[in-house]
């Protein structure tokens, strides 16, 4: 049966297709770099030491732009739609809070359709300017593993986003919707507030940004007022809310995604394991940037069947600075305590 929910008053249901919570924004190819690392296609034989990127020029430091507000709101079809950063500059590395609130400024029933994560605004935003170096072309099959390792949310495409995750789903991993449809109706003058957070790296698991712009958008979807009833394509009816925003990085020099991943490559152990799999089948690519250690962890995970084969997670730990593969861990994957990865 469909589900329910309540805002200001009585309630309806209604039945639709599951959808994921935090979209992932098609983007051009990643921005070309120059190859910082040699690795050997043999699994047999160690890979050669990893060096470390080439100094570069340095370029003058972005300015903050004059006038930056923390605020933002859009009313549209007698909806107001508001954004309240925490702060603005955000600072690269820590968490930042948005408050995002809907309110029906109409004199009639605002219908709001949504799916069981019932997020009432996505706020999401590109990086201006920025992006993640590819690292080195490698030799088959070392290319085709690259491209499964980095295969994971925005990474892939080398555009730096910023993403907030609703509060509920904080320390959960990724995450999927029901397939359901839940229609709340909102009564004049009542509310729908919510709370999300960034946590200052590069779309929840990426190194943390450069210093730079990025236009925020706070996206409320699928609506209708009574008195217009239900549209032919619900999906039209959107309203977004920009908030432009700077984003303070730090002065660390850090390998991008590409570049760690050619790290750990050149490590003979995690391609031992990729060699045996069959990608995307029952595994997945796992990667992800720790700002406490500065290191990456990039590897698979090997699905199992719990509780008698348990997910074994393989990965080895990059040193973000120098490339050094650290160490390579495997353990058993926590699904009730880590959730997805």
């Not at 309540?6 to 994921?20: D, E, K, P, Q």
């Not at 709101?73 to 408050?99: S, Y």
């Not at 799916?115 to 072309?137: E, F, L, P, T």
Request: proline share 11%; charged share 20%; with cysteine.
């Amino acid at each position: 049966m469909p589900r329910t929910r309540l805002v200001g008053g009585s309630l309806i249901g209604f039945v639709v297709a599951a959808c994921v919570a935090l979209p992932v924004p098609s983007s051009p190819p990643p921005i070309a770099g120059s190859p910082p690392f040699s690795v050997r296609p043999s699994l047999a034989t160690p890979a050669p030491p990893i060096a470390t990127p080439e100094p570069t020029t340095p370029t003058p430091a972005p300015t903050i732009p004059p006038g930056l507000v923390t605020t933002a709101l859009v009313e549209h079809d007698g909806v107001r739609v508001t954004i309240e950063l925490e702060r603005n500059p955000m600072p690269a590395g820590e968490p930042t809070w948005v408050k995002t609130t809907v309110t029906n400024v109409g004199r009639d029933d605002l219908t709001w359709f949504h799916d069981g994560c019932a997020i009432a605004v996505g706020v999401n935003g590109q990086m201006k300017d920025a992006g993640y170096r590819a690292g080195a072309s490698l030799q088959a099959p070392f290319q085709t593993w690259k491209g499964y390792l980095l295969d994971v949310r925005t990474i892939r495409d080398g555009d730096v986003w910023i993403g907030f995750t609703p509060e509920r789903f904080i320390g959960k991993g990724s995450f999927a919707c029901s397939d359901v449809g839940i229609g709340d109706r909102v009564r004049p003058g009542a509310s729908i507030s919510r709370r999300a957070q960034w946590n200052g790296l590069g779309y929840l698991y990426g190194p943390p940004p450069p210093t730079g712009m990025v236009d925020l958008v706070g996206s409320f979807s699928y609506y209708w007022r009574e008195s217009t009833g239900e549209p032919d394509d619900i999906t039209k009816q959107v309203i977004d809310v920009p908030l432009r925003t700077w984003v303070l990085g730090g002065s660390d020099v850090l390998l991008d995604p590409g570049e760690a991943v050619d790290a750990a490559l050149a490590d003979p152990r995690l391609p031992r394991v990729l060699a045996r799999l069959e990608l995307r089948n029952a595994n997945e690519p796992y990667l992800r940037y720790d700002v406490v250690t500065s290191t990456y962890a990039i590897g698979v995970l090997v699905d199992g069947n719990p509780p008698q084969i348990p997910s074994t997670l393989h990965t080895a730990i990059v040193d973000a600075h120098t490339g050094d593969v650290l160490d390579f861990v495997e353990r058993i994957w926590d699904w009730q305590a880590e959730g997805n990865p």
